[in-house]
């Protein structure tokens, strides 16, 4: 019975139900993307246009007409401010920290306080959830304190020692005392 199917027979077969797939299948899922190309191809306008990728198919025409701003005021390139200020003397105030913050307070040394107030933290969720001692502890403080050495001597110091001693109440196994904190600053 295979005998009677030539070859040029089977393979018009197989490639006519490849081509019915792929056209079930490009029309299925595929049928805004289709009819983009074939606009395009064809050089007419579409009436619907459609949202990104998506379902959401938008009007050409206004549904609620253009907006119409009441009062615009317009700035002058002047009273822009998007830097530092021009003159050293003037401050700029953060709002979330509550800290000010003047132009020659080197940028660097808070962004190494919160990311070493932030491996504190864990140092204090990891000494309370495993119960080490004391001097585990001590060992991986003075490892925090080495990385983040430039903070040595400021005022970041005693913020973080505050922090350690403030979060920590309670929670150790130990006391943690500020001479000892002070100490582990100076001898890294």
Do not use: C
Not at 21 to 30: D, N, Q, S
Not at 163 to 177: A, D, K, Q
Request: aromatic residues 14%; charged residues 25%.
């Amino acid at each position: 019975m295979l005998h009677q199917i030539s070859w040029f027979t089977y393979a018009v077969s197989i490639l006519s139900l490849v081509a019915l797939y792929y056209l079930y299948v490009g029309l299925t899922f595929y049928r805004i993307e289709l009819r983009s190309v074939i606009y395009k191809l064809t050089g007419k306008q579409r009436v619907v246009r459609s949202a990104g990728n998506g379902d959401l198919q938008l009007p050409d025409y206004a549904i609620m007409g253009k907006a119409q701003p009441d009062d615009v005021e317009f700035v002058s390139q002047e009273e822009l401010t998007f830097g530092p200020p021009d003159s050293p003397d003037e401050v700029f105030i953060q709002q979330p920290a509550e800290m000010q913050v003047t132009p020659g307070i080197d940028s660097r040394l808070t962004g190494d306080f919160s990311e070493m107030v932030a491996e504190v933290k864990t140092l204090i969720r990891v000494i309370n959830e495993s119960g080490e001692s004391k001097e585990d502890f001590e060992m991986l403080f003075r490892l925090i304190v080495q990385k983040y050495s430039a903070l040595t001597g400021t005022d970041y110091e005693q913020r973080v020692n505050e922090f350690l001693i403030n979060e920590s109440e309670g929670l150790f196994p130990f006391g943690i005392t500020y001479p000892e904190l002070e100490a582990y600053w100076k001898n890294y």
